[in-house]
């Protein structure tokens, strides 16, 4: 199974800051990842396909980039509205595999 | 209007069995992929399982192969989960999804998720 390895686990960060998370998958995926933002006691919702398309009536302050085995999410000035946790999902080989997850917090 | 509705869920001891349905509806059903995740309390996501769209081909994870079976009833517009040999483990929210994976970027879907508790 590829293992998705997601960091940080948590941060905590202030409105308007830019943040970053890495996923990094034990072996190549291609560009066959996605990002969910998952709010409590919510289903998940992706924001990003492919590595670095931004879904549809997906703010524009969410991007992806990354190839291979190195993935990274960034939201360029975070919002009261991000706060959530965000998990990466590989979906290049079976069984597919999510990220173990990232808390974003308010500082 | 897309939606998913998971049901079935409930308090089951350990090794026993449980079936999860989840009703489809504002889509062509037999035309899309579908999946099972899971969420054990306060933990993060785990794919479990998909199924194509006629039902030929499943795939599973490492943790439920053998155990659970994914099947689809494209008449009834119906995604299915048998779950035997319950851990208490296997205690999550099951959340029933379209368009997990996608290249195409169309949408993804979820249901409310069905809560199953494994214990005695």
């Known amino acids: 199974d590829i293992q998705m390895t997601q960091s940080p686990s948590s941060l905590s960060a202030s409105v308007g800051d830019r943040v970053t998370i890495t996923c990094r998958a034990s072996?190549?995926?291609?560009?066959?990842l996605g990002w969910f933002q998952q709010k409590p006691g919510k289903a998940p919702k992706r924001l990003i396909y492919t590595a670095s398309n931004l879904q549809s009536g997906v703010p524009s302050r969410f991007s992806g980039s990354g190839s291979g085995a190195e993935f990274t999410l960034t939201i360029s000035s975070l919002q009261p509205d991000d706060f959530a946790t965000y998990y990466c999902l590989q979906h290049n080989n079976y069984p597919w595999t999510f990220g173990q997850g990232t808390k974003v917090e308010i500082k | 209007e897309v939606q998913l509705v998971e049901s079935g869920g409930g308090l089951v001891q350990p090794g026993g069995s449980l079936r999860l349905s989840c009703a489809a509806s504002g889509f062509t059903f037999n035309e899309y992929w579908m999946y099972w995740v899971r969420q054990a309390p306060g933990k993060g996501l785990v794919w479990v399982s998909r199924?194509?769209?006629?039902?030929?081909?499943?795939n599973y994870a490492s943790s439920v192969e053998g155990r659970f079976t994914i099947s689809r009833d494209n008449a009834q517009n119906t995604l299915y989960l048998q779950m035997n040999s319950l851990r208490p483990e296997d205690t999550a929210v099951y959340y029933c999804a379209r368009n997990l994976g996608t290249s195409s970027g169309e949408e993804d879907f979820w249901g409310q998720g069905a809560l199953v508790t494994v214990s005695s």
């Open positions: 072996q190549g995926i291609r560009s066959d």
């Open positions: 199924i194509n769209d006629d039902g030929t081909a499943t």
